[in-house]
Each structure stands twice: as C-alpha cells, then as structure tokens.
C-alpha cells in the first residue's frame, strides 16, 4: 500500500514563529503537493514538486515556501507564522501520468498559529 | 480558468436512501475527473474516476458518469450507509504535464441509522 506521512497531526505554534511541516512517501512518486484545506474553501494548492529540488507555486503561494532535497520527502515552510494560516494542510503525492496520475493523501495535520 | 462546483452540504440521509451529489466543471479540453472521500479524521482517498466522455467509475456501490454534453460528474449511490458518512470531493485533472487537481468545495454526507 502506498503510504504518505506527515510528521504531525496537530501543532500549536505562536505568531511570528517558524514553522516546519514534514511529508515522506514511499512509493517513489515524482510528484507531491501541498495543499490547505478550510471550510467552504475545499482544498487549495500551495506549491506542488515534480522532482528532487524542482518547485513550482500553487494558488496560494504568499507567506509560504518549500523543500525537496529527497524524492521521499517535501517539506512545507512558514517562514513567520500568522493566525491566518491556521488551517488544516494536507501533503499528496503521485506519479505523474499514463493512467497512475491517482493521488495519494497523508492524514494531515491541523496547524494553529496563536 | 478551469473549475469545479459542488453542491453545498451538508446532506443528511436516513441509511438505505439514495445518494446524488452534484458536480459541474469548466474547463478547457477534456480534462480527467475525479471523486475523492474523506472519512473523519483522515486524509483525502480515491473513491472513483474517470478520464474520457461517458466513462463510467464506480466503486464501493458508488457511481459518477462522465458528462461532456452537461459538464457534469454527479456522484450516486442507490443505498447508503452509516459508514459512507464523510466529505465527498469533486476534481479534476489541469491540463499540461503535471498532475495538479482542482477540487471543489466538498458536501459533508451525514448517513443516520
């Protein structure tokens, strides 16, 4: 089974804060993204990855930024925390096409700023 | 741009009735759509698909027709159940190479006993 994992489910960090949200597949997909996920929103794209150390920015890019050293691994940054990204953030990860384009969601984590 | 609507829950049934959750899309070409589920406390699973006109996904006794002539990728069960409680997802594939979803607002089901 094809497993995603995010370092936490729930975080309480303070405004201005830096703050770290880990993700590792291991199904060696090309491909993993970002999202928030908000009441009445659904889900919106952050900043997705389609290979090691290779970015590109989502729909709501502002206050946020990434990492991709490994393939495993995508890391989500706040580089100074504020309430407005209280959320709840949802790492997934695919290959990218030819009938294997499903992708596959880690359990989220539920971010509070203060 | 592209986009999807979904209709606005929540829905609640009595289990046993049947289930059509609303999905309409824009976009450009002939994109893949997508119905996803989230149980409480989880994160997003594949429940169906489908990537051409008048395909046809189903899975778990759920169903979603690809609708070209009516952009539409409704979401239907003939019976719920207590366990089929969730937020249901419509999406679809962007075009291009990369594999980015655009999902929809998501309809929280509440199935009673």
């Known amino acids: 089974d094809v497993k995603v994992t995010q370092s936490s489910r729930y975080l309480v960090k303070r405004t201005g804060e830096k703050v770290f949200l880990e993700c590792v597949q291991d199904?060696?997909?090309?491909?993993m993204f970002w999202y928030r996920q908000d009441p009445g929103l659904g889900l919106r794209l952050i900043y997705f990855s389609y290979d090691v150390k290779m970015k590109e920015k989502g729909d709501i890019p502002e206050g946020y930024s990434v990492s991709r050293e490994k393939k495993e691994r995508f890391s989500l940054i706040l580089e100074s925390a504020s309430t407005n990204q209280t959320s709840m953030y949802l790492c997934a990860s695919s290959f990218t096409r030819g009938g294997r384009d499903t992708q596959y969601f880690g359990p989220g984590t539920r971010l509070t700023v203060l | 741009g592209d986009s999807v609507t979904q209709m606005e829950g929540p829905v609640t049934l009595s289990e046993e009735a049947c289930l059509t959750i609303n999905c309409t899309y824009t976009a450009t070409g002939y994109p893949s759509l997508f119905w996803y589920v989230q149980y409480p406390g989880e994160g997003l699973q594949l429940l169906l698909k489908?990537?051409?006109?008048?395909d046809k996904g189903s899975n778990k006794g759920f169903e979603a027709t690809y609708r070209k002539e009516t952009t539409s990728f409704h979401l239907e069960k003939g019976s719920v159940q207590v366990s089929d409680s969730a937020v249901y997802f419509c999406a679809l594939r962007r075009g291009g190479a990369t594999n980015k979803l655009i999902f929809g607002t998501g309809t929280l089901l509440a199935v009673q006993p």
């Open positions: 489908a990537t051409k006109a008048d």
């Open positions: 199904m060696d997909h090309e491909n």
